[in-house]
């Protein structure tokens, strides 16, 4: 069974920093891509970050660069989104999902962890 579990989430004020974590089981982790969307309340779900887990190729929106970060950790199927400098904007659920390439299209994910809350504060 594929799971993916998201954990990290949590209140920070603006300027700070989360490591958002994504633990994978059920599948073979060095062949995916894993990306990271949120959606905030009455958005659509947006892509955050994408890491290929074949070739380490990274994906990140022009909204991410420069403050997220994304990794992979093969010997623990875990990937991580460290944020920086995040804004009250950046108020969402984050997301993790697998799928075949990196992509900013969520439908191209089609698998699902269930979100960690990410509040930041003004």
């Known amino acids: 069974e594929v799971q993916l579990v998201e954990s990290g989430g949590g209140l920070v004020q603006a300027g700070g920093s989360l490591r958002l974590s994504c633990a994978a089981s059920g599948f073979r982790f060095d062949v995916y891509a894993i990306g990271w969307f949120r959606q905030a309340p009455g958005k659509e779900r947006e892509a955050v970050s994408c890491?290929?887990?074949?070739?380490?190729?990274?994906y990140y929106p022009d909204s991410a660069k420069g403050r997220f970060t994304i990794s992979s950790d093969h010997a623990k199927n875990t990937v991580y989104l460290q944020t920086n400098s995040l804004k009250p904007e950046d108020t969402a659920v984050y997301y993790c999902?697998?799928?075949?390439?990196?992509?900013?299209?969520?439908?191209?994910?089609?698998?699902w962890g269930q979100g960690t809350q990410v509040t930041v504060s003004s």
């Open positions: 999902a697998a799928g075949g390439i990196c992509s900013s299209w969520h439908s191209d994910f089609g698998s």
């Open positions: 890491v290929n887990n074949r070739d380490g190729s990274t």
